[in-house]
Nanobody
């Protein structure tokens, strides 16, 4: 059974940094297709923040985080990270990691973590 567990959220002042981690298990790493970070703030739609495409290690970032956030994996490809720098109050949200395996729809991931809260104060 596939599991995703996020950690690293917390409260930080504007301009600060946080590093989110997502430990995954329950599947062979070579079945990974797309690794995502999403976020959702109260009253707003869920937003795809960043994606790491396993096939060629290319990345996608939402315009709102480009140049500030970096998505990466560990060498074993079973832990996903999101380094967040120059945080802004509008980055406040629940952050979720999500996984698409080969055979599924990359942009409609089947597997989700429970979320970790990020709060940025001004």
């Amino acid at each position: 059974q596939v599991h995703l567990v996020e950690s690293g959220g917390g409260s930080v002042q504007a301009g600060g940094s946080l590093r989110l981690s997502c430990a995954t298990s329950g599947y062979p790493y070579y079945r990974q297709a797309c690794n995502h970070w999403f976020r959702q703030a109260p009253g707003l739609d869920r937003e795809r923040v960043a994606t790491l495409y396993t096939k060629d290690a290319s990345t996608y970032y939402a315009d709102s985080v480009k140049g500030r956030f970096t998505i990466s994996q560990d060498n074993a490809k079973m832990t996903l990270y999101l380094q967040m720098n120059s945080l802004k109050p509008e980055d406040t949200a629940m952050y979720y990691c999500a996984l698409s395996l080969y055979g599924g729809n990359c942009l409609d991931p089947n597997y989700w973590g429970q979320g970790t809260q990020v709060t940025v104060s001004s």
